[in-house]
């Protein structure tokens, strides 16, 4: 009698268990052999496949903006990438029972063709978007032989309208060994903070007064350990084979109250950490360092918990430490935010949407620059996506947005519902437990069978 009441309180304290849990479970969203773009022209994508240019193609960065995904393809490894700046698009091709997932150029193809200085795109690595205003902040790295190509481009997502350019002057850069990659904005104050990976410097960019200023110019918390060899795989391969893949300070995470910036350059284990209430007009500077990650760290990004997750490429997983900018020794508060995943190699980049989806793009950057990449395996670019708390940075801290608060109700619902259950129950097993009769089977004499 009472085998079946058990069975279901068991079953309900699973199910307890099992919504509680903290562990983030991440799924594979969409996966692809190489990257393919939606040409306006059936003879441009002929050519793309039988050259095979997509070979030097690599999505670096995602953002998302009302649940569509950009991306960035960095012609980093050939200028011949038709595309340095698409948006995922799905369509049925008429030829083949399946659905395609390719990348139509935006904002469009004219201004992904590299000829005007200040209005097309040389060359994309990092973007940003502002989730709250529609505004894409693209930052272009520009092409060492076209000088004046380095900029900021700022575009209206909702307009569908350019706003302005804003070209690094040749003061803050050097055309020869500048390479910028990464973006983060403070739209409070109207800036913007930039890394520059070659000639390490962090570059401030203040859109009011339409001026950039250059901080930590070959400061120790910008240049890359040159004693750190990058690994990848486990720790089990070296990136680049002949020579040491060394890279300035790359990673940027802004803090949801826009009062903190975190960094790390790309070939170092360090994490650093500046107040932006600080005057930049002043020669010195208050940094902290927060200590050894013990990790080689490819994208940071906080949230709106102020937690700072960070992208981890040598055990391909994602960890989250909570801001406390008391801390000197990172490592220890670090935790795992995600399991490792042996197919997540080289987790490049990280964007909440605003279904409650954390999303993450892994590339295999180190596997392609040491040409190991068959490009006929559909595992080899990667978008995870996970349901987790926080969503961006830019939205401000603790705040729930209505999309997901409808979700957050759901899910209090259900552990409400749940817990009203288990005591209800272990309520009626008390009360009638006194009534209840056992019922042992017997076993008959030279029989085998149970007598119930």
């Known amino acids: 009698m009472l085998q079946q009441p058990f069975s279901i309180f068991l079953l309900l304290l699973l199910f307890f268990s099992t919504i509680t849990s903290t562990d983030i479970i991440m799924e594979k969203f969409v996966s692809f052999p190489y990257i393919d773009f939606w040409f306006h022209k059936w003879e441009l994508h002929e050519h793309y496949i039988q050259q095979q240019i997509y070979k030097q193609v690599i999505p670096h960065t995602i953002r998302l903006y009302r ?64 989730t ?6 693209i930052l272009d790295q520009g092409q060492t032989s076209t000088p004046g190509t380095m900029k900021i481009i700022r575009y209206d997502l909702e307009k569908e309208a ?23 904005v403070d739209p409070v104050r109207n800036m913007a903070y930039v890394s520059d990976s070659g000639a390490y410097a962090l570059l401030v960019v203040d859109f009011s007064s339409h001026s950039v200023r250059r901080l930590l110019s070959q400061d120790f918390t910008t240049k890359p350990d040159p004693s750190l060899w990058i690994t990848y795989q486990n720790g089990n391969k070296k990136c680049l084979n002949q020579s040491s893949y060394r890279v300035g300070i790359h990673a940027l995470a802004r803090s949801c109250d826009f009062q903190r910036l975190y960094w790390s ?72 935010f995600t399991k490792r995943e042996e197919l997540m190699q080289w987790p490049s980049s990280m964007s909440y949407g605003t279904n409650g989806y954390l999303y993450i793009l892994s590339n295999q950057w180190c596997s392609v620059l040491n040409k190991e990449i068959d490009f006929k395996n559909p595992n080899n670019f990667i978008i995870w996506r996970a349901i987790a708390p926080g969503r961006n940075y830019i939205e401000g801290c603790n705040q729930v947005r209505g999309d997901i608060l409808m979700q957050y109700i759901a899910i209090g619902f259900l552990v409400g519902t749940t817990i009203l259950g288990v005591i209800l129950l272990i309520m009626t097993l008390i009360c009638y437990a006194p009534h209840v009769h056992f019922y042992i089977p017997q076993i008959k004499d030279n029989e085998d069978s149970l007598d119930l």
Do not use: H
């Not at 469009?108 to 040389?122: A, D, G, I, V």
């Not at 709250?132 to 902040?137: C, D, K, P, V």
């Not at 706003?163 to 500048?178: A, G, R």
């Open 132 to 137: 709250q205003s529609g505004i894409m902040y």
């Open 265 to 336: 350059p790309l070939t170092s284990k360090s994490l650093y950490m500046l107040s932006t209430l600080q005057n930049f007009t002043t020669s010195s500077l208050v940094i902290s360092v927060l200590g050894n990650t013990n990790s080689i760290m490819q994208s940071m990004l906080c949230n709106t918990n102020e937690e700072l997750l960070m992208a981890n490429v040598e055990t391909n997983q994602i960890y989250r430490f909570e801001e406390q900018p008391t801390y000197n020794n990172i490592s220890r508060w670090m935790q795992e």
């Open 67 to 130: 649940n569509q995904i950009y991306a960035s393809f960095p012609r980093k490894l050939s200028p011949q990438v038709p595309i340095t700046l698409g948006k995922m698009l799905t369509k049925y091709d008429f030829l083949s029972p399946v659905l395609e997932n390719r990348f139509l150029p935006y904002p469009s193809w004219e201004m992904n063709q590299p000829t005007s200085k200040n209005e097309t795109l040389f060359s994309v690595l990092g973007f940003e978007i502002d």
């Open 162 to 184: 350019l706003i302005d350019s804003l070209v690094f002057p040749n003061n803050v850069i050097n055309e020869q060994t500048s390479s910028l990659d990464q973006i983060v």
